[in-house]
């Protein structure tokens, strides 16, 4: 029997998550939870197999920083992270947490119960992109990763010369890429792009 931990904020996801799992003989959900930042005392409690983590829990605690505290304590538990968010950054932070799997909740081509059998059999299941969704004219997946660090910058209310000292480029660089980044999307200010990046959870500015 394998037993699971889900940390998920939405009661509703968490009770399908409860009822698809338990209808497998081969797994028992031995607590669920909203907040991330319990899951570790969840794991010291109890003999836990396996942990569902969603990206981002009640009271707006990471489940990546969840999830590398229980790598470190406990690594051979297995993490399989969970997001319905595009945000392009999630792939490589939960990689960076040492999560075994990611899993996208609404556009994931696995259903849970596949995903969590192939995760506890010793494979690691990452999908190889975040879902592209529409920024004005432009697809995500068209801005390059430097642009991405721009638009970041600029939905975390950073100016044009604090952007330039962050990235390590010049004021002139930075217009530069916001030229570039506007003309893609047909936007005529970056507060219509940021608008929208926030908004369609391209860019999470705490993530």
């Not at 993490?79 to 075994?100: R, V």
């Not at 059998?117 to 697809?139: C, H, Q, S, Y």
């Not at 430097?146 to 604090?162: H, K, M, P």
Request: charged share 25%.
């Amino acid at each position: 029997m394998i037993n699971v931990l889900i940390v998920e904020d939405s009661k509703i996801s968490r009770e399908a998550f409860e009822r698809q799992l338990e209808s497998s003989p081969d797994y028992f959900v031995i607590a669920s939870i909203e907040n991330a930042a319990n899951a570790e005392i969840a794991c010291m409690r109890n003999k836990i197999d396996l942990v569902l983590m969603d990206v981002c829990t009640a009271d707006n605690e990471s489940g990546l920083i969840a999830a590398a505290k229980i790598k470190k304590h406990y690594p051979r538990v297995r993490i399989i992270i969970m997001t319905s968010m595009p945000e392009y950054s999630f792939l490589q932070k939960a990689k960076e947490s040492g999560c075994d799997s990611f899993w996208y909740k609404e556009q994931g081509d696995i259903s849970l119960t596949a995903i969590c059998d192939r995760t506890m059999r010793g494979e690691f299941l990452w999908p190889d992109k975040a879902p592209v969704v529409m920024i004005g004219l432009a697809r995500s997946d068209e801005f390059t990763e430097r642009e991405l660090d721009v638009i970041r910058a600029l939905a975390q209310g950073n100016r044009y010369e604090e952007i330039a000292e962050s990235l390590f480029m010049s004021v002139n660089t930075v217009k530069y890429h916001v030229k570039n980044i506007l003309q893609k999307t047909g936007f005529h200010s970056t507060i219509q792009l940021v608008a929208e990046v926030v908004e369609k959870r391209l860019i999470l500015p705490k993530y």
